[in-house]
Structure formats: C-alpha cells, structure tokens
C-alpha cells in the first residue's frame, strides 16, 4: 500500500466534513482496506498520519500551481487556470481559503501548525501570481486592461466565491454539460472583468 492512497482517504473524509476526532486510524485503514497494524509500518501516531496527508497535498498543490501549466495564450492559460481552481477546490476547499482550516490547526502541535499555515499562505500567494502572470499575457494580446495587486486579489476571490457557491450543490460535476457551461462562464465574467 502506498502513503499516498492514505493520504486521500484521510482528506477526503475531511473534505466530506468529518470532524478531526472522527478521523481515526481504525477508520482509515477500513476505508482503505487493511488492518490497522499496516498503517503503524508508515505512521506512530493519528496526528502524524494527518499532518502527513495535510503536507502532501498542500506541497502537490504548491507545485502545480508554480510548474503545473505554461502561460500560453489568454485565454486557453485562464480556461485552464480556472479548471484547476475548480478541481482544487473540490478536492480540497481549504488550499484557497487558507483560513477554513484554522479548525484543524489547534489538533497539530505548534511547530506542524505553524509549517502548513505558512504552505497554505504561499499556495494562495502562488494561486494569485499565476493570475497576475496570465493577465500580464492578456495585456500583450489587449484582452486585459490596466491592473494592480488590489484588482488581481479581488478578482481571484470573486472566482473562488463563484467556485464555492457552485460545488455547494451535491451534483455538481466539472465534466457534465452543466460543469462545462459553468466553466465558459467564468472564463467569459472574468474576462469581462479584466477588460475594464
């Protein structure tokens, strides 16, 4: 069994808004299908197995969002921007709004807390600059008008407003008709936004 496969059982049952006490390392082994003894061979303790699977994503997602596509065009870098925003929302709400997972920290230690604070604040910072990059494109192609941080930052948090308000009904899915129509939407209202 690879760690990994751990890690996204423990956040998706914290995703799918299980408290941090119900998250116990009987549980995540049935859900992954071992004994309980298997997940002492990777962890010694539920908050390492936790903290673990925190720094995993929350590293993965720092180094999508700086490496993970090249700024291209306008418009096909933002489509894709977008969509990666949407996946990493789902998966994970709290990679862009660092502050929802203050619930989470007080059951870490001091210095683990302090570490994934940190990593959530660059992963938003990182999420913000590839914005500011794909509008610097826009600006060249005379898609995008003037903008400053204050402009970038506002727009980004509309985007994951929207994005929020969307995966709160149950059914929603990225890849039906509906997600796709979602998608082109936000590409247009954004677009329309950096256009003034």
Known sequence: MKREFV?????AML?????????????????????????YDYFNSKDEMI???????VNR??????????VTTFDQSLRVYLKSLCVCMSA???MVFPWTFESYLKYLGEADANTLSK??????KMMISLLEN???VGQEEEKVAEFDEYKIRF???GIAGEISSVLQEEDFDLNSDEGKDFLEDLVFTVTEQLAY
């Open 15 to 39: 995703n799918d808004g299980a408290d941090y006490q119900a998250v116990t390392l009987s549980e995540v082994a049935r859900r992954c299908g071992v004994g309980k003894s298997t997940l």
């Open 7 to 11: 890690y996204k059982e423990v956040l």
């Open 92 to 94: 994970n709400f709290w």
């Open 134 to 136: 794909i509008c610097e």
């Open 51 to 57: 903290y673990n699977s925190f720094l995993y994503y």
């Open 119 to 124: 990593l959530l604040q660059k992963s938003q």
């Open 155 to 157: 727009i980004f948090f």
């Open 61 to 70: 997602m720092i180094k999508f969002f700086s490496q993970g596509f090249k």
